[in-house]
């Protein structure tokens, strides 16, 4: 299908019938460097709970999950005190709004202002510009306010899956949509978002490997849900992972070039090249898109992300990374020099082999093309599932060799 098409058919599949969820059906952003107010239209009242976070500047808005029937590009334009604004499922039964500061600011009110006169419900946030001492002390304040409570975006799905585990013996293939729900990863002026692309060729692969039956297969997400990075390596941790596999789709902005074809990233302290740098900074602001505060995150996990990843599991990783692309290359578009290394937060777990898939350049019209073919998700799912096969076996006659040294 033609990214056009596919474009034509989403706007299409908007809600006919009345959502069981709040729907946000408007939005605009009103006044100029000294005072702002976000004005978001509801089609019924709903809680709220805003609160500010520094570096960058944002103020983050969250709600019960809604419907958001908004045009697309709204939170792009900027006005007065806010940059720009995003939106979006920040786990399940709950929708998150994130505003970028142009400076600091103070939330002065956050309510929803109930229908009347035949007006429907709006959530208003007001705001006003302060220092950068005053925005830091209430920073502060609703970080001791919330500190002992567990954050809700790295809720229990994990550790509820794990409990499920128990006596399947087989390898665990973790396969890891990249984005979701408030992060849409790259996005096409066609319509097309990078977080629906990889999670559709996920739940291909998935399908795929399972058929075998050999393997177990675990994704970190299988809907529209934003999971934070840390998550993501705590859930092949928690499941013993034998190989995380992460999937994306790059995009190069406009005047930076045309790059094409499918790339595959290994863990490095220092990346390949400046295009591998430059990628996994994108990747690894993830969680400041969705609004998570990163000072935050428990000690073990601090741990994790600044480990090098062990001697065995780099090799293991390096050798899985020359499958895939030996695999892919006899049936999709590979990049110029498709094996690379960075930085990439997500593949730190130091003992579970990692890999980060990009397939392809969403920025690129050919590429484009692919991504969303059927024909051609199910070549390249078939190939993927072959590495994968092929690096269990070469990994069991290693083991069965070490065994016989002993």
Do not use: C
Request: charged fraction near 30%; glycine fraction near 6%.
């Amino acid at each position: 299908m033609v990214p056009s098409a596919r474009a034509e058919e989403k706007a299409e599949l908007r809600p006919a019938v009345a959502s069981p969820h709040p729907t946000a059906t408007d939005v605009r952003v009103a006044g100029d460097e000294k005072r702002a107010r976000f004005i978001l239209q509801l089609d019924r009242k709903i809680d709220l709970h805003a609160f500010a976070l520094a570096n960058p500047y944002r103020i983050v808005v969250d709600v019960p999950q809604v419907t958001f029937l908004l045009p697309e590009g709204v939170g792009d334009a900027s006005r007065g005190l806010v940059k720009a604004f995003r939106y979006g499922l920040v786990m399940p039964g709950g929708s998150r709004i994130v505003m970028d500061l142009k400076r600091p600011a103070k939330i002065d009110k956050a309510y929803v202002l109930e229908a009347e006169n035949g007006q429907l419900p709006k959530l208003i946030v007001e705001l006003s510009a302060t220092d950068r001492a005053t925005f830091m002390q209430g920073v502060a304040a609703e970080n001791r306010k919330t500190a002992a409570a567990p954050s809700d975006t790295t809720a229990t799905t994990s550790t509820v899956a794990a409990n499920a585990d128990a006596g399947d013996t087989r390898p665990v293939v973790v396969i890891d949509p990249g984005h979701g729900g408030i992060d849409h990863g790259a996005q096409t002026q066609s319509g097309e978002n990078e977080k629906e692309i990889v999670l559709d060729f996920a739940k291909a692969l998935r399908e795929r490997i399972e058929k075998g039956g050999k393997y177990r297969v675990v994704m970190t997400r299988d809907d529209d849900t934003f999971i934070p990075l840390a998550e993501r390596v705590r859930i092949a941790r928690q499941h013993k992972a034998a190989l995380f596999l992460s999937i994306h789709a790059d995009s190069l902005p406009r005047g930076e070039g045309d790059a094409q074809g499918a790339t595959v990233y290994t863990l490095s302290d220092t990346a390949s090249d400046a295009e591998a740098a430059k990628l996994a900074e994108s990747e690894n602001r993830a969680d400041l898109i969705a609004g998570i505060n990163l000072t935050e995150e428990p000690a073990d996990v601090a741990d994790i992300l600044i480990d090098l990843a062990r001697r065995e599991t780099k090799t293991f990783s390096n050798r899985f990374a020359r499958s895939l692309v030996k695999e892919m290359k006899t049936v999709a578009r590979l990049h110029k020099n498709p094996l690379k290394s960075a930085g990439f937060r997500v593949l730190k777990a130091p003992d579970v082999p990692s890999v980060l898939l990009e397939l392809g350049y969403v920025s690129n019209k050919e590429d484009l093309q692919l991504l969303v073919s059927d024909s051609w998700r199910s070549r390249t799912v078939g190939s993927v599932a072959q590495a994968v096969e092929l690096f269990f076996g070469k990994r069991l006659m290693t083991t069965e060799a070490k065994k016989d040294e002993h």
